[in-house]
């Protein structure tokens, strides 16, 4: 594994903590970047800024902020300062206190992009060539991992630590919610236009639409947990797994990096035995658990698109493997020889 393929000169304990908890699909790039800047400094300028960009567009993502897939490093670094709280409200000296913490913040991404300049405009040795490093490139490559490391650490702790703090998304529109009532229900036509369930009851009688937010049961987030189970196997896509439960229907919930969240009526997989497997009488954590811990890989390509073509080919080939060459059918009494 990537992760154990760390530097005795760093360990980006900030990064990994982020990646453990929300982002993993960092984690190959974070041992990377502990490796490169002894064996190959000049890569691991591009590695810093590859992980705090990824690390930036989860943030907004999960935070539901749009942005383009073009934006360039300072412009996304700079919607996430804007929008990531970075003081408990009503801290004493709020204003201030935040003012002097962005200075802070804006001086370790001006470190990060000037070391990452500084490698262009000197004439650092490319990526894969073999000609002698300059001793001070791999002092400059620690200074990049550092300053990512903590602007990483700190800008997913924060975003997590209010966000989970926040009170359930009961006063407003919600991507999943909305997603839900347009799968059960059917558009309505309304003066002769047809509108999205969704938006229809959101429009007249919001306390409905809140009703429905109400009785719906969402598990945690187990995207790194899944992603742990089965490693170099998830869509780099995929942002959150999810179980939610809704009128005795347990769905599996995806969200990607554009926003778009996906449920899956899970009542079509059979334990074999008693009844569904994802059983909506559990509830939705229970439900996320046993995704993770007892639904074998196999399974899951059959059921789910959650595995990339690749790792969805290991996986058949994998279970081809293992089947018996040939079947032997047993033979009747009479037939024995």
Not at 97 to 122: E, F, M, P, Y
Request: glycine share 6%.
């Amino acid at each position: 594994m990537a992760d154990a393929e760390t530097s005795d000169v760093i360990v980006m304990r900030g990064a990994r903590a982020a990646a453990a908890n929300g982002i993993p699909q960092i984690t190959e790039q974070i041992a990377a970047l502990e490796r490169a800047v002894v064996e190959n400094p000049s890569l691991a300028f591009d590695l810093a800024k590859f992980i705090v960009e990824s690390t930036c567009k989860t943030i907004l993502t999960e935070r539901g902020i749009g942005f383009d897939r073009r934006d360039d490093l300072p412009k996304l670094y700079k919607a996430v300062t804007m929008n990531v709280p970075m003081l408990p409200v009503g801290a004493s000296g709020e204003a201030e206190a935040r003012k002097k913490l962005l200075q802070t913040l804006n001086g370790l991404h001006t470190a990060l992009q000037g070391v990452c300049d500084l490698r262009n405009s000197c004439g650092f040795t490319a990526h894969g060539s073999d000609a002698q490093r300059p001793a001070m490139e791999g002092v400059q490559a620690i200074l990049a991992a550092q300053a990512a490391d903590a602007i990483v650490g700190f800008l997913f702790s924060a975003h997590r630590v209010e966000r989970d703090g926040m009170q359930p998304k009961t006063t407003g529109h919600s991507r999943t919610i909305d997603r839900l009532l347009d799968t059960v229900y059917d558009p309505i036509s309304m003066i002769g236009e047809p509108y999205a369930l969704s938006e229809a009851l959101y429009a007249t009688d919001r306390e409905a639409y809140l009703a429905v937010a109400a009785s719906v049961d969402e598990s945690r987030n187990v995207l790194a947990e899944f992603a742990a189970q089965h490693p170099s196997c998830l869509k780099p896509s995929i942002r959150e797994i999810r179980f939610v439960h809704y009128e005795d229907v347990a769905y599996l919930k995806t969200l990607d990096d554009k926003g778009t969240v996906e449920l899956e009526d899970t009542s079509f997989i059979s334990d074999g035995a008693d009844g569904l497997f994802f059983s909506p009488s559990n509830s939705a954590d229970q439900n996320a658990d046993l995704l993770v811990q007892k639904f074998d890989p196999y399974s899951i390509i059959n059921c789910f698109e959650l595995f990339t073509s690749d790792a969805a080919e290991r996986v058949v080939q994998a279970y081809e493997a293992s089947k018996p060459a040939t079947l032997i059918l047993p033979q009747a009494a009479g037939d024995a020889q």
